[in-house]
């Protein structure tokens, strides 16, 4: 049984910092191109980071043990 709850934990925390590397990883990729001269690319990957973050929000909820 301790087994299981630390494996349920394990995935927890692997999936949160799963989905907050993905959004840090889609800001620093929009900077760069914004910064780097394509500016509409930028914005477009921008707006992945609230998408990424609302998607981990509704993971951490789904997978909560009641």
Same mark, same amino acid.
């Given at each position: 049984?301790?087994?299981?709850?630390?494996?349920?934990g394990t995935r927890h925390?692997?999936?949160?910092? *799963? =989905?907050?590397?993905?959004? %840090?990883? &889609?800001? #620093?990729?929009?900077?760069?191109? +914004?910064? !780097?001269?394509? /500016?509409?690319?930028? *914005? =477009?990957?921008?707006?992945? %980071?609230? &998408?990424? #973050?609302?998607?981990?929000?509704? +993971?951490? !909820?789904?997978? /909560?043990?009641?």
């Amino acid at each position: 049984m301790a087994n299981a709850l630390t494996s349920v934990g394990t995935r927890h925390r692997l999936g949160t910092a *799963l =989905f907050l590397a993905a959004a %840090v990883i &889609s800001f #620093l990729l929009s900077v760069g191109l +914004w910064f !780097t001269g394509f /500016r509409a690319e930028g *914005l =477009f990957v921008g707006l992945w %980071v609230p &998408s990424i #973050l609302a998607a981990g929000a509704f +993971w951490m !909820t789904a997978v /909560r043990q009641p």
